[in-house]
């Protein structure tokens, strides 16, 4: 055989086994990359946070043990400590606007803020340390704590009123849909609603017992409220019949927050879960931290915060 066939051949067998192995493939998966949904940024302490609140896109602020309180006004690229006064925990905060908002903690503290920086307090009528604060505008306010203590204000604060809540069950949860229609969530399973702003307060069938931690309204009808060994609960109509959720996780949920009807979180012990369908699927995006996550917030459906135990804070 002539070596031009010879090389002919050989070239001919060659495509055909390039061929072949490219037909079948490669021998196995490429590892896909995960892709990072929530960043750390630097809080500048390692002391535990408990609230967060951002009133813009770019203002914001965080609360938590040792009378601390962080404001950053880059979206959380810095935080800067506000002077407070306060030696205790400071458990939740919450600003109805750029520069007004009410922090809440420790034995009936109740702290307010009109300029954003300085803080003077208010007479809280309790000795209970307070757990949740919530305001739908500058003046209607309601403050959730132990005790079953449920305080409201029709004037930012120049007065609270205490309300019967029915319970001396811990209630972590409050959820104002309008200054007359609230919803309450505690230990035990504990849920209570008002449509009266707060004079009754009618007890929730809940389903469980386990301690719910936080509770969020995306319209008159539609509710969420989780808690301690994964519970989550929603609701369709109100609160009239709550449907427990299962199979999303059993890690304890301290916080469940929505920036609209179709984009929710909900966190806890090292994980957040992220929906963009409304509740119909939970997907987890937990960054790289193993303790507790016990708020979040968002600020549109672009700007989100969460933070937690060693002064952590995640922005996705």
């Not at 009378?67 to 979206?75: A, Q, V």
């Not at 109805?96 to 109740?110: R, Y």
């Not at 300085?118 to 003046?139: K, P, R």
Request: hydrophobic share 35%; glycine share 14%; with cysteine.
């Amino acid at each position: 055989m002539k070596l031009k066939s010879i090389i002919q051949m050989l070239v001919l067998l060659l495509t055909a086994f390039m061929l072949q192995m490219c037909s079948k493939g490669p021998t196995s998966a490429p590892i896909p990359v995960p892709s990072v949904k929530w960043t750390k940024q630097t809080s500048g302490t390692t002391d535990v946070l408990l609230g967060v609140s951002f009133p813009t896109p770019t203002t914001g602020y965080t609360c938590g043990i040792n009378g601390k309180i962080l404001k950053t006004i880059n979206s959380g690229t810095a935080w800067s400590p506000l002077t407070t006064g306060i030696t205790g925990f400071i458990r939740d905060i919450n600003f109805s606007g750029e520069n007004t908002g009410t922090a809440v903690g420790e034995s009936g503290l109740i702290i307010r803020t009109t300029n954003g920086t300085s803080w003077v307090s208010q007479t809280s009528g309790t000795t209970q340390h307070l757990v949740h604060v919530q305001f739908i505008d500058a003046n209607n306010g309601m403050i959730s704590g132990q005790g079953g203590v449920l305080l409201k204000t029709i004037n930012g604060g120049v007065n609270w009123t205490a309300m019967p809540s029915g319970t001396l069950v811990e209630l972590p949860g409050v959820f104002m849909l309008s200054s007359t229609v609230a919803y309450a969530v505690g230990f035990g399973g504990t849920i209570l609603t008002t449509t009266n702003g707060g004079t009754n307060w009618t007890p929730q069938t809940s389903g469980v017992t386990n301690d719910l931690r936080s509770v969020y309204f995306t319209n008159a009808t539609t509710g969420w409220a989780v808690g301690i060994g994964g519970t989550v609960l929603k609701t369709l109509n109100g609160g009239t019949s709550w449907q427990k959720i299962t199979g999303i996780t059993t890690t304890d949920l301290y916080t469940v927050s929505f920036a609209d009807a179709s984009n929710g979180m909900m966190a806890g012990t090292g994980k957040i879960f992220y929906t963009t369908d409304a509740g119909t699927t939970w997907t987890s995006e937990a960054p790289v931290f193993s303790g507790d996550i016990y708020a979040t917030t968002s600020n549109g459906i672009n700007y989100s915060w969460a933070v937690g135990q060693n002064g952590q804070i995640f922005k996705r």
